[in-house]
């Protein structure tokens, strides 16, 4: 409600303008303010483009390129570290393309004890038969007694 009672703004009118206004467009259907503002506008725009283009001011297009021509100056008058910089991203490339190497295939490691089904098997009963795991032995001597640590020892 309060969009349709407030005005288009400037940018809005020109996208009407050119025809490329969004829904606030509609404002222009009820207001005769911003309508008259838009009718000015293309107006003043159909004039402007029927207008012939003036001629070109031959000491700005001169003065123009005086200063592309100094500005290119400028440019090949840059310091040598750009070029640097520009060599130095150029060799790390070629070095990383120059370096790359496919990962190689896994290799099946032959020299791996072959255990036979006898000796697994032993083994899982060795472990199942055990009273505390391995694993555990290092910990269980932490609260073994004094004495019998020194006993074992030979
Ligand atoms: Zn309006």
Request: glycine share 4%; with cysteine.
């Amino acid at each position: 409600m309060n969009d349709k009672l407030r005005h288009l703004d400037d940018e809005q009118l020109l996208l009407s303008l050119y025809g490329a206004a969004g829904p606030e467009a509609a404002h222009l259907g009820s207001c005769p303010e911003c309508a008259a503002r838009l009718r000015r506008l293309e107006a003043r725009r159909a004039a402007w483009l029927a207008a012939p283009a003036p001629p070109p001011n031959a000491a700005r297009l001169r003065d123009q390129r005086a200063a592309v021509y100094a500005a290119i100056g400028e440019k090949r008058n840059r310091p040598y570290w750009r070029l640097i910089q520009a060599g130095a991203l150029a060799c790390s490339v070629l070095a990383a393309v120059l370096l790359y190497r496919p990962a190689p295939a896994p290799v099946e490691t032959a020299s791996q004890p072959v255990i036979t089904d006898q000796e697994l098997f032993n083994d899982v009963a060795d472990m199942m038969n055990r009273e505390t795991p391995i694993a555990a032995e290092p910990l269980m001597a932490l609260f073994a007694p004094q004495e019998s640590q020194e006993s074992q020892q030979p």
